[in-house]
């Protein structure tokens, strides 16, 4: 079933954009959030002609910018509150075993792809409790509440057959196994409100980061992980998925 209401985090490129693209066909959303650090230069994001769409900038590693924008978010949506959150906005570090020590590498990985996807789907909690509330009985869904997050394959510790490789992704893997962990965490947490969690790895995309060798294109991707979303249930809570809905091992 789909959200009435869906905030997409990064959407200025990438899988965020495309997951914007997928949400415009759906005429059952009434409100599509979008982020950007820069919103004048999301010229891509701003094309959108759709009076749905409300395109709000979002700096996820700055409180204050975080701050006012669930301040708009609520305004948006109003006393429905929120549906459905996907934090997809990331970043990849380089980094390896065998580099140069550097704490502020670390940290700057970590902090947008696992602290800042904490704090604002701590933040936006009201907002998703308050549309939880607006339901009876013990479903989940993303027409409910829910807070999906875009992880990766690399942050299967299962799988990591690799180590650093070749993209030195060592932050980069562990700050997606730390996410992976919040979302296992946060849906027992919120399990009696009701609020549903769940990961998503989009495939190998042809992104800035994935490469144009990349084996799916955006719209590929995008359009199978939205019609996984539109099926989540309590089954899924707080589980790790491909993106059609397969498990992925942690």
């Known amino acids: 079933m789909s959200p009435g209401s869906v905030v997409v985090t990064g959407a200025n490129r990438g899988i965020g954009l495309g997951l914007v693209k997928q949400f415009v066909k759906d005429k059952n959303i009434r409100h599509i959030i979008a982020t950007a650090r820069d919103v004048e230069k999301a010229t891509d ?29 609520g305004d948006i949506v109003g006393s429905d509150g929120l549906n459905l959150l996907v934090n997809n906005a990331g ?55 829910a807070v999906v997050t875009i992880s990766s394959g690399l942050g299967s510790i299962t799988e990591n057959t690799s180590g650093s490789g070749v993209i030195e992704g060592l932050a980069y893997r562990m700050s997606k196994s730390a996410v992976n962990m919040f979302a296992r965490t ?17 495939g190998w995309v042809q992104t ?43």
């Open 45 to 73: 994001l701003k094309s959108i002609n759709d009076p749905r769409l409300h395109v709000i900038p979002l700096a996820l590693t700055c409180d204050k910018s975080m701050d006012k924008f669930v301040s708009k978010v």
């Open 91 to 145: 970043s990849a570090v380089k980094y390896s075993t065998k580099a140069e020590p550097s704490r502020a590498k670390l940290v700057e990985q970590f902090d947008v792809n696992t602290f800042s996807v904490v704090i604002l789907s701590q933040k936006l909690l009201p907002l998703l409790t308050k549309a939880s509330s607006k339901v009876s009985g013990d479903e989940l869904s993303v027409s409910r509440a």
């Open 208 to 250: 800035d980061m994935g490469g144009k060798h990349a084996a799916l294109t955006v719209e590929q991707s995008t359009s199978q992980l939205v019609s996984s979303f539109n099926k989540l249930d309590k089954t899924h809570n707080g589980g790790y998925f491909r993106n059609n809905l397969t498990p992925f091992q942690f």
């Open 186 to 202: 946060f849906a027992i947490d919120m399990k009696d409100d009701y609020i549903l969690a769940a990961n998503f790895c989009p």
